[in-house]
């Protein structure tokens, strides 16, 4: 069977990676976000994309979308986790 030319157009576009997807996720509220105020702006895009993703095959969902609220405070090194250099050193 013969491919068409879109089937090539679609082969040879560049995939996106797992890591990837991992970095775009992460960038989902860092503090520098939040410090910018664009925070506000990405928790709402996510949900309302978890929102149409639910309505589009809602089968594949058990319960409720995530909680895309903003968080309260964003830590890099949450308290209770102490550096890993830290602990090496002492």
Do not use: H
């Not at 030319?5 to 990837?20: G, M, V």
């Not at 105020?37 to 409720?64: C, F, N």
Request: net charge positive; proline share 7%.
């Amino acid at each position: 069977m013969q491919c068409s030319f879109a089937e090539i157009e679609f082969d040879r576009r560049p995939k996106t990676t797992k890591r990837q997807q991992f970095l775009v996720e992460t960038e989902a509220v860092i503090p520098w976000v939040r410090l910018l105020g664009t925070d506000i702006a990405v928790l709402q895009a996510r949900k309302a994309l978890y929102e149409a993703a639910k309505a589009m095959r809602p089968e594949r969902w058990r319960g409720s979308t995530r909680n895309w609220d903003r968080p309260a405070s964003v830590w890099l090194n949450p308290a209770g986790k102490p550096d890993l250099k830290l602990k090496l050193a002492s």
